[in-house]
């Protein structure tokens, strides 16, 4: 071969490797590069208000709650929201809400949040926070808080939102799964995070999503529990459980000799002290 035909083919081999490789890199789900999620399934969680203060350092960490998933809310309730971290011995809860675009992209909304050490995201309808905050300076202050190693925590509405895809982000019904609203923040990426999990007998529903984007990893968590993201590894707390729907199947007791149905039809449970490797897709021993 001609040296000229050798390198235009070694070139075009190269690229298509390099795309290759890029497309497999979009499909890996990843965890933020800095910082650290906790992603609550909803329901009561006094242990896990705790658990949260001493991931961000203590009591008296700065903490931004961010109330607007549960709609237009009325400054008259702010305080009620601070209750959730004041009640357990925080002392520096700044509630801030907006649904007007405009604010959410200005310097004097986002001034706390440049000050904060934590985000909280309450329960609500996540697509609400799509319409308010994304692409705006406002998400942008979120990525920063991280990449400064701060802590990015939310509850029902405020675990979905922290995914890649917006699962139940319909404005007509949360029933349905992928509706008019698809995008989620992204802190973690190529995954789907559905919350009240085992609550509200949800545990088919992420098979809606998978059956349109196979290539995206399922997290189911029940109320009163979360995973804790540093990374692309996650462990669970709480007192409930985490489904997993990633086409393997895990059980402690082994699998040799279940008859399992399809891959596609796969998930397991989590529970607490367990991990997660969100990169690599599998299970990993509580250390």
């Not at 609550?40 to 208000?49: I, K, R, T, Y």
């Not at 929201?81 to 909304?109: L, P």
């Not at 692309?232 to 279940?258: C, H, M, P, Q």
């Not at 149905?261 to 397991?268: I, N």
Request: proline share 3%; glycine share 10%.
């Amino acid at each position: 071969m001609p040296y000229r035909a050798f390198y235009i083919s070694f070139a075009i081999s190269l690229s298509f490797s390099f795309l290759s490789a890029q497309s497999a890199s979009s499909k890996r789900t990843t965890g933020p590069e800095n910082g650290t999620l906790m992603i609550v399934g909803g329901g009561a969680m006094p242990n896990l208000v705790d658990d949260f203060l001493e991931l961000i350092g203590g009591a008296d960490q700065s903490i931004v709650f961010i109330p607007t998933a549960s709609g237009d809310v009325p400054e008259a309730q702010f305080a009620q929201y601070a209750k959730r971290f004041t009640d357990h011995g925080a002392t520096n809860v700044t509630v801030i809400h907006t649904t007007d675009r405009k604010i959410a992209d200005s310097d004097a909304f986002i001034a706390p949040i440049q000050e904060a050490k934590a985000v909280w995201f309450g329960g609500g309808r996540q697509w609400r926070l799509v319409d308010a905050y994304a692409g705006t300076k406002t998400e942008q202050a979120f990525w920063a808080l991280l990449d400064r190693g701060g802590v990015i925590g939310g509850s029902s509405a405020g675990a979905t939102i922290q995914g890649s895809y917006l699962a139940r982000g319909d404005t007509r019904n949360n029933q349905i799964m992928t509706g008019d609203h698809e995008k989620g923040f992204g802190f973690v990426k190529n995954v789907a995070i559905d919350q009240h999990h085992l609550a509200r007998n949800r545990h088919f529903d992420m098979f809606s999503i998978r059956s349109q984007y196979p290539e995206l990893l399922g997290i189911g968590i029940d109320e009163g529990t979360a995973i804790i993201v540093r990374g692309n590894e996650f462990t669970v707390v709480g007192s409930g459980y985490v489904a997993i729907y990633d086409d393997t199947f895990w059980s402690r007791e082994g699998s040799r000799l279940k008859k399992l149905p399809p891959k596609e039809s796969l998930f397991y449970f989590l529970r607490e002290g367990d991990r997660y490797d969100l990169s690599e897709r599998t299970a990993l021993s509580p250390r």
